[in-house]
């Protein structure tokens, strides 16, 4: 079992040469949350999802390992950007109005052969249509299924407010649409219960909360459970359905067991950011930190690093703050928070800190860390082994 503190000497021998702020990934801590998501999946494959990722070597890195295949992209220029260099199984999973994004994948076969786009309205297909220009090539379609659990005849809903398309006769109608318009084709069915994927269900010092949770995540899992493989029958009887996905990081187990599904998509479950840690089913290890660097000793019990304000998205609240990790015992003054250039952190182990020492950080989130970053540093062991550019480091800024 790794410690804390004897990971915490690790990053500061391995960046020791190096000025904060700085990003890692420990590449020993990623590839077991790796093997423990291929564990988790039972043989079902797993499609990356790459805004939890944002790093195109760490991508490719995940999709050698077996039990991985394919990437679930955010944004049409992204998707085209990976299929140009050289990823070929791509589903953009949230629709898009880009419409030179449309019009390059009709013009392209490589490229309309490699990704498929995510389209849940008429306008949709009308958009793509007057994008498309002289483009002819088939576009690839990927149906979405509104996953949120309804109670009380609708007026209690619970999950992310995604795709209109809820019953078996709307996707059904929907595919036969899109299967009549010339230069569309469907070949997928996605689904993703954020409410169950995305929720921790062991709140810390929350026993009630989390009991609430569990309750509504196992009532949703069977509501879903039906509804999802009535939607596929239905759907497989408009069109030939290569591929099924759903869950992510935090339903893997529940989303792989039913028959219906044939591929899990995860992604944040590789570097664990903090909103991971209150689930039951998994437990997996931080691999993504980044480091800010003691600039201020103001006073006893207090240190100032250099900013470290990265705050999540989402719904405002504390939780969506970075959190100091390592060394552990630091917290931040209720007053200030995380600060857009400087962060005072207080606890009695700030007496130990020198100026310019580490203070390592992990995000509440997992790709929108590289957001900040233009690199990061790959470690094993003790060592910096390679430092690659995250997707802003190569020019590449699509959300």
Sequence with gaps: MVTPSADRTRYDRATAHLDAPLAIVDLEAFDANAEDLVRRAAGKPIRVASKSVRVRALL???????????????TLAESIWLAQAGFDDILLAYPSADRAGYAELAADPKLAGAISVLLDDPAQLDLIDAARGAGTEEIRVC???????????????????RSPLRTPEALAEFARLVQQRRGF????????????????????????????????QRTARAELAQRRAAVVR????????????????????????????TEVAAG?????????????????RPAALFAQPVVRRPGVGVVTVLGGGYPASGA?????????YLPQGLRYDSQEGAGEVQTPL?????????????????HAKAGELFERFAEVRLIEGDQVVETVPTYRGEGRTFL
């Design 346 to 362: 207080l606890g009695s182990v700030a007496d130990d800190l020198l100026i310019g020492d580490k203070v390592w950080f992990r």
């Design 234 to 261: 239905a759907v497989r009887e408009v069109a030939d359905l290569e591929f099924v996905n759903g869950g992510g990081t935090g339903s893997v187990e529940s989303t792989v067991a039913e028959d219906a599904v």
């Design 143 to 161: 149906l979405e299924l509104d996953t949120a659990l309804h109670l009380l005849g609708g007026r209690i809903r619970i999950g992310a407010r």
């Design 60 to 74: 490719e890195r995940v999709l050698r390992m077996d039990g991985f295949q394919g990437i679930m992209s955010f």
């Design 316 to 324: 405002a609240g504390a939780d969506r703050s970075p959190v100091p």
């Design 268 to 284: 944040s479950g590789l570097y664990v950011p903090r909103l991971f840690d209150n689930y039951r089913s998994f437990h997996g």
């Design 185 to 216: 084709r469907v070949v997928g069915l996605m689904a993703y219960e954020g409410h169950i994927a995305g929720v921790g269900d062991s709140i810390a010092g929350r026993p009630f909360r989390s009991r609430a949770v569990q309750l509504m």
